[in-house]
């Protein structure tokens, strides 16, 4: 996992807490992402971002927010945590839009709780 | 609507034998393919990748066959190891798109038992 840095890599929140979930890459990769991990469901994109500046939603975007102001940071916001938010979070970060597939690299995932 | 489908939550193979593992899409606008590895308490690691102008790729141990006609995909490992035990995601992407999105599924837990 080397490039994709993940803080903290533990949280527990209370119901309606704020909290920012950390992600950052040294590849000067343009295309960053956040991932939930949930049993059964699999890896599920909350949003992306194809450069500083421009962000998009993925499949599961409500409850997060995110921003790209620089092309290393690319930070998820919980407004207000839910339970059902409990999940593990993975940042990726990949070299461009076109593919190659072992460009793509996960950070080691944040453990969420939300209680 | 789960546009990537690993049907199989769990899979257990013994030492040396084959272990095959499936993978179904429903989107035909997915031309590229990944199967990714991860274990416990870490991100998940790519393995290797096919694209829809292929029907077979090959990694050492590691084969990927694509059958667009079935929207099916599955990757098989030969002969496995007790260190393959993992958690294995197939992922598709649409290459033309200029989003970039990966879309995984479920994850399927191969076991290999020494």
């Known amino acids: 996992n080397a490039g994709v840095t993940q803080t903290p890599k533990f949280q527990v929140l209370k119901t309606g807490q704020s909290m920012t979930l950390q992600c950052a890459q040294d590849?000067?990769?343009?295309?960053m992402s956040w991932y939930r991990q949930d049993p059964g469901m699999g890896l599920r994109l909350i949003h992306y971002?194809?450069?500083?500046?421009?962000?998009d939603q993925g499949e599961v975007p409500n409850g997060y927010n995110v921003s790209r102001s620089t092309t290393e940071d690319f930070p998820l916001r919980l407004l207000s945590a839910a339970p059902s938010q409990t999940s593990v979070y993975f940042c990726?970060?990949?070299?461009?839009?076109?593919?190659?597939?072992?460009?793509?690299?996960f950070g080691e995932g944040s453990w969420l709780t939300v209680v | 609507d789960q546009q990537v489908k690993q049907n199989s939550p769990s899979l257990s193979v013994q030492e040396g034998r084959i272990s095959i593992l499936n993978c179904d899409y429903t989107?035909?606008?997915?031309?590229?393919f990944l199967w990714y590895k991860k274990y416990p308490a870490e991100g998940p690691t790519f393995l290797i990748s096919?694209?829809?102008?292929?029907d077979k790729n090959e990694d050492g141990r590691f084969t990927v066959f694509l059958n667009k006609s079935a929207k099916h995909l599955s990757l098989h490992i030969v002969p496995s190891q007790p260190g393959d035990s993992a958690v294995y995601f197939c992922?598709?992407?649409?290459?033309?798109?200029?989003?970039?999105?990966?879309?995984f599924g479920q994850g399927t837990t191969l076991q290999v038992k020494p």
């Open positions: 992922a598709a992407f649409h290459g033309s798109s200029n989003t970039g999105k990966l879309i």
């Open positions: 990726a970060s990949r070299s461009g839009t076109g593919f190659s597939g072992n460009t793509i690299y």
């Open positions: 971002s194809v450069g500083a500046g421009i962000t």
């Open positions: 590849m000067n990769h343009e295309y």
């Open positions: 096919i694209s829809s102008i292929k």
């Open positions: 989107n035909s606008m997915f031309d590229y």
